[in-house]
């Protein structure tokens, strides 16, 4: 069973992000690691085993691929869940450096340090911190931070939208 240091350092194949949609990953609370043509490596939470074939049969049937899987506790595996999928669709702004060169840098790109809503831009030798709401972005454009944000209002292509 996976721990939290192990979920804090685990690398993720960002598109395995958009292969399971944001929806499945929270509901199920499962957390896509890699895939390839056939298969994807997921980890799932530790108290449903004994239910495991049932979630891995509807996965399957979501995702239409094969599934191997690890476990992991599941307050810790909704926590690096959230923080994954709340990061992957975030840009950085605010960035001090940003007169000088357009940062095309994403959080995902970004060194890891020992919190998990701060990394470190190598590019710039700059703090990025992850925000998930508009009073988090407010509050550390505020202090001045450099910041990684997802506006989810805005749609893109494959989200699900309201309207």
């Given at each position: 069973m996976l721990n939290a240091s192990d979920l804090d350092r685990i690398a993720i194949d960002e598109y395995v992000l958009e292969i399971v949609p944001e929806t499945v990953a929270r509901n199920h609370t499962v957390l896509p690691l890699s895939w390839d043509e056939t298969t994807i490596h997921l980890i799932i939470p530790y108290d449903t085993l004994g239910r495991t074939e049932e979630l891995l049969t509807?996965?399957?049937?979501?995702?239409?691929?094969?599934?191997?899987?690890?476990?992991?506790?599941?307050?810790m595996l909704e926590t690096t869940?959230?923080?994954?999928y709340s990061a992957f669709g975030s840009v950085i702004q605010n960035c001090p450096r940003a007169?000088?060169?357009?940062?095309?840098?994403?959080?995902?790109?970004?060194?890891?340090?020992?919190?998990?809503?701060l990394r470190h831009c190598g590019?710039?030798?700059?703090n990025v911190r992850l925000c998930k709401t508009g009073d988090e972005l407010d509050?550390?454009?505020?202090?001045?931070?450099?910041?990684a944000y997802?506006?989810?209002?805005?749609?893109?292509?494959?989200m699900i939208c309201d309207e």
């Open positions: 509807t996965l399957r049937f979501i995702l239409d691929r094969k599934l191997t899987y690890d476990v992991a506790e599941r307050s869940v959230d923080l994954h007169i000088l060169f357009r940062c095309n840098k994403r959080w995902v790109d970004l060194d890891r340090t020992g919190d998990s809503q590019k710039c030798d700059t509050a550390a454009v505020a202090r001045g931070e450099c910041v997802f506006d989810r209002s805005k749609a893109f292509l494959g």
